[in-house]
């Protein structure tokens, strides 16, 4: 479970860095437009019909982008709200999990006897420290390749847009 909230955050955090993007691609072409129609009215100040009409074709092709650049901010904010409440119930639900853990305790109780006996020179017979830390070698070396491939995914999206 706490892996999962851990990749909840991540996620929340990216559909952010990915807002904090389209923003600023935004007020880019924003400002881009707001050029082009500058230049369209400088040009029809000196009748250059030639220039109103480059302008005019640029205003429209940055108006557009503006436009679906808008659409795409507003669907990722709203990806973002949906991310969060689905991170807040995780941890809502690993908080309750956690709270509940008292009637555990009889299982800790356990745990200290076997911590005893191992400080007595004992072994535990369900516990290999070798073959924990290859699962964990194995755990974490699965969790990097899955945000290898998450990050080429969202490699190939952004290329696409």
Request: overall charge negative; proline content about 1%; hydrophobic content about 40%.
């Amino acid at each position: 479970m706490r892996e999962a909230v851990v990749d909840a955050k991540v996620a929340v955090q990216e559909v952010q860095e990915a807002i904090a993007r389209t923003e600023r691609e935004l007020s880019l072409e924003r400002q881009r437009l707001a050029d082009a129609e500058r230049r369209g009215r400088l040009a029809a100040e000196i009748q250059d019909q030639e220039t109103v009409t480059v302008a005019q074709r640029f205003a429209t092709k940055h108006r557009e982008r503006a436009g679906v650049l808008e659409r795409k901010l507003a669907n990722q904010r709203e990806e973002l709200a949906l991310a969060q409440r689905e991170l807040d119930d995780m941890q809502a639900q690993l908080k309750s999990a956690e709270r509940d853990r008292p009637a555990m305790q009889g299982q800790a109780s356990t745990e200290q006897a076997w911590r005893d006996v191992q400080s007595a020179g004992g072994n535990r017979p369900d516990v290999d420290l070798q073959d924990e830390l290859l699962k964990a070698d194995m755990d974490r070396a699965a969790r990097e390749a899955a945000a290898a491939r998450q990050l080429e995914e969202l490699k190939k999206k952004m290329r696409k847009e």
